[in-house]
């Protein structure tokens, strides 16, 4: 059966310490960390690179990394990324003319495949290439930024792959926390980002059990 696992976005925490946020994290629960790389052209925003991620790797030996690629050419970044140490590479593939190629690469890096898609792409768009995938990102917000408001019309495309892909991981991003994670459950989805409900909550280890207590069911 599926496992419900929660991985913060460290994109809203206090980036000047990144490992500190990040070891906090895992130890109050975390099951991965979802690492947001904007590219200020895919998005209309910037954060961080294979060097930020590779930096992190050699404090936290362990840990399931997935990067959340928000960039224009995600083909470009597979090599770096499997060399900072990231097992699961998720990309969109709006702005991807190959999206099977990028799939094969990146499982050629050893690295697990997330394909991704934005609010306004329809769900069709990212079942043509759902057999090459490990997991289905539905994005709850537009990409660009944290701390916006879910969007639940996007809970359709989740029952919709749920149904039709039982054993699929499928994840939802983008204003997901403790008065959300109810829809998110219902509708289907097991792996759920989190980040200001997370890093702001005063109670982090509570507020990942919760999540999580609320996707087993
Ligand atoms: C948005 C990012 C998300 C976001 C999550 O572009 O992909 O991962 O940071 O943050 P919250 O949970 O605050 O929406
Ligand atoms: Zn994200």
Redesign the pocket.
């Known amino acids: 059966s599926l496992k419900a696992l929660i991985g913060p ?1 460290i ?2 925490a206090d980036l000047s310490k990144l490992y500190e946020e990040s070891q906090k994290l895992l130890d109050n629960g975390a099951d991965y960390l ?1 690492l ?1 790389v ?1 590219d200020g052209h895919f ?1 209309p925003n910037l954060t961080f690179g294979h060097p930020v991620v590779k930096c992190l790797r050699k404090k936290i030996k362990d840990a399931f990394f997935e990067t ?1 690629m ?1 960039v224009s050419k995600p083909e470009q970044w597979i090599a770096p990324m499997a060399d900072a140490g990231v097992n699961q590479y998720t990309f969109h593939i709006e702005p991807v003319t190959n999206v099977e190629d990028v799939c094969r690469k990146i499982k050629e890096h050893g690295m697990k495949v997330g394909v991704a898609i934005k609010p306004g792409t329809p769900v069709s768009e990212v079942e043509k290439c759902i057999s090459l995938a490990d997991m289905v990102l539905i ?1 709850t ?1 537009e ?6 408001k879910f969007m639940e019309d996007q809970m359709t495309k989740v029952r919709y792959l749920r149904d039709h892909y039982p054993t699929m991981d499928i994840e939802v ?5 403790p008065s959300t994670i109810e829809c998110c459950a219902t509708a289907g989805a097991n792996m759920i ?5 997370v890093i702001g909550a005063p109670d982090q280890a509570a507020t990942i059990k919760l999540l999580r207590d609320t996707v087993v069911q």
């Open positions: 976005s994109l809203n979802h947001d904007m998005v959340h928000m994005m917000v990409p660009g930024f944290g701390g916006q991003d983008g204003g997901v926390g980002v989190s980040g200001t409900a």
